[in-house]
């Protein structure tokens, strides 16, 4: 069975720091480009920031650029996300996603919650 869990997610103030971590099994990790995403109170889920499959990163939402920085350990079959700098305007379910071809996991998400 495929399983992604996310963790890390919780209550921090704004200028702090977080790190997520995505444990995933059940498929063959090293060959998916692994994704962040983001979904705010009323908001669409955004894509946040992506790492290929031979560990190039790219982060794709300006507003994080600089703060967030995802890597992977394909050893561990794992993905993270380093959140520094926090905003209120990072809060939100973070949720993360495996893509190779036509395949699509996701996790159920993790909430992290931004005080001002």
């Known amino acids: 069975q495929v399983h992604l869990v996310e963790s890390g997610g919780g209550l921090v103030q704004s200028g702090g720091s977080l790190r997520l971590s995505c444990a995933t099994s059940?498929?063959?990790?090293?060959?998916?480009?692994m994704s962040w995403y983001r979904q705010a109170p009323g908001k669409e889920r955004e894509l946040v920031c992506t790492?290929?499959?031979?560990?190039?990163?790219?982060s794709v939402k300006d507003s994080v650029k600089g703060r967030f920085t995802i890597s992977r350990d394909n050893a561990k079959n794992t993905v993270y996300l380093r959140m520094n700098s926090l905003r209120p305007d990072d809060t939100g379910v973070y949720y993360c996603s495996a893509a190779w071809g036509t395949a699509r996991y996701w996790g159920q998400g993790t909430q992290v919650t931004v005080s001002s």
């Open positions: 059940g498929f063959s990790f090293s060959s998916y480009a």
């Open positions: 790492i290929t499959s031979l560990g190039v990163s790219i």
